[in-house]
């Protein structure tokens, strides 16, 4: 078995590919980053008067990142507790790594699933985090 999930109650995706597609029992989501639903806004990012990215928080792309994550699972029929497996991409891991691995342990306080952070130089959008997140399915 196999479907596309596209769902409403997450940011569109920046490109021409599914917010998640099942295989079997796995649930692969693409790449998620903080973008609010319906208005694109990322949360705690401050611009200058010509429009240039200044300052962000990283805490709350964070929540905002988990939230969408949350979204997808939610319209593939899964659970938080389902994600197996999470791959972290961020765009200052000096800054950033503390706050935001506070804030994983927060959300994932019983049985996190596996996980590896990359530091990056750059991701498509002015985000300064994104997940790519595998689930295993509840049969």
């Not at 939230?67 to 507790?81: F, K, P, Q, S």
């Not at 927060?106 to 996980?115: I, N």
Request: proline residues 8%; glycine residues 6%.
């Amino acid at each position: 078995m196999e479907d596309i999930i596209h769902t409403g109650k997450a940011p569109q995706p920046v490109g021409a590919y599914p917010h998640a597609r099942r295989v079997g029992d796995l649930l692969f989501l693409s790449g998620i980053g903080p973008r609010t639903p319906g208005s694109n806004v990322i949360p705690g990012n401050v611009h200058d008067a010509d429009g240039r990215l200044v300052a962000y928080d990283i805490e709350a792309q964070c929540r905002q990142v988990f939230a969408n994550v949350r979204a997808v699972l939610e319209a593939a029929d899964a659970r938080w507790e389902d994600l197996v497996d999470v791959t972290v991409y961020l765009t200052d891991m000096a800054r950033d790594f503390p706050a935001y691995n506070r804030l994983w342990a927060e959300y994932f306080a019983v049985d996190p699933p596996c996980r590896t952070t990359l530091g990056i130089s750059a991701l498509p959008t002015p985000i300064a985090i994104e997940l790519k997140c595998v689930a295993a399915l509840r049969r």
